[in-house]
């Protein structure tokens, strides 16, 4: 009998849950066609301009926090910053993405728009660092291969046979093999999910990741394992990153362009002292001395005294006025630049 209770009150829990967690606005995303004939994806509607302007246009590229899909195209980051600032914002944010991607989108897009409008330059490029950035994926993999002349004279030869040895296994496997080995989930996640519900198994799977991470447990699982490596000197990931970011800095002035780090923080935690704050800004120190200047997303909700800026209890993902504030700080930025 407590058994049936306890999963009858996870299921009401779930459904409240459910609730809490219901998108805000709408959302969507389309391709167009390159002049390369590739297909650049962008988080916005069909017949949105994406076009550039030059200096009256900004482009915006980051993960699923630059999508902001749940507040919808007009309130997420992009939204805002559009309202706000008056000028063209072009979001080329994807969920699921590492800096590898956000480089080869930034390449496609200034390669196609030089060929239809050769005048045309002053864009600003926002890049969007989130904490998980860190995490090896196949897009990075693809650019450590494709740059390895230069990167083995940038790293140390350690570091350059751990990068070499974790990406050969990475791009071995399937997508969903690496799904499986990125994304942390608890023992008997599915039968779990099932019992209880998808959004109670969530706010557990959160609750546990968020204790291992605050209480600075050993482990190689989730945020606990990957959030150090940002502050680590001699973490092979953090090496890769940086070498990404100054490539994307040497795109941007081969493009005559203008281009702003930013980290997005975590904001379940808009602690000043936070594990993941310290570890990012330790990171931007090093960046510094490659003249790689790295905003901390920290500052707008600190100076405001919010300590959580969550979409929901399930989601991690920023909420509606978390963007805005972000995208205000941005602007007030840009116009400093």
Request: aromatic letters at 10%; a neutral charge.
């Amino acid at each position: 009998m407590i058994a049936i209770s306890a999963v009858i009150g996870a299921r009401v829990v779930n459904e409240f849950l459910r609730f809490n967690d219901k998108p805000q606005g709408h959302y969507s995303y389309s391709y167009r066609d390159l002049s390369t004939g590739e297909k650049l994806r962008v988080a916005h509607e069909r017949n949105y301009d994406i076009d550039s302007t030059g200096k009256d246009t900004i482009i915006l590229i980051s993960d699923s926090f630059g999508e902001g899909a749940k507040c919808g195209n007009d309130k997420n980051i992009a939204g805002c910053l559009e309202n706000i600032s008056g000028k063209k914002v072009v979001n080329l944010s994807r969920g699921g993405t590492p800096p590898g991607f956000y480089l080869k989108q930034i390449k496609n897009y200034l390669f196609n728009s030089r060929k239809s409008s050769p005048t045309v330059d002053g864009e600003t490029i926002i890049v969007s660092l989130y904490s998980n950035d860190i995490v090896l994926e196949k897009d990075n993999c693809n650019y450590f291969n494709d740059n390895f002349a230069s990167i083995s004279s940038a790293i140390n030869k350690m570091q350059l046979n751990s990068l070499e040895e974790k990406c050969r296994d990475i791009l071995r496997m399937t997508d969903s093999e690496y799904e499986k080995v990125k994304n942390f989930s608890l023992p008997i996640s599915g039968i779990l999910a099932m019992t209880i519900g998808t959004y109670s198994y969530t706010l557990l799977r959160e609750l546990v990741a968020q204790a291992t991470l605050r209480l600075n447990l050993d482990t190689t699982v989730g945020r606990a394992g990957y959030i150090p490596k940002w502050g680590a000197y001699d973490s092979p990931e953090r090496s890769l990153i940086l070498e990404i970011l100054k490539d994307i800095k040497s795109t941007c002035d081969l493009y005559k362009c203008n281009v702003v780090f930013a980290t997005f923080p975590n904001v379940e935690n808009l602690q000043k002292d936070s594990t993941v704050r310290k570890s990012l800004i330790s990171f931007g120190d090093h960046a510094k001395k490659d003249n790689v200047v790295i905003l901390d997303g920290y500052a707008p909700f600190l100076e405001k005294g919010i300590t959580n800026a969550s979409y929901s209890l399930t989601d991690i993902h920023s909420n509606c006025d978390g963007y805005k504030i972000y995208a205000e700080w941005l602007w007030s930025n840009i116009k400093q630049e």
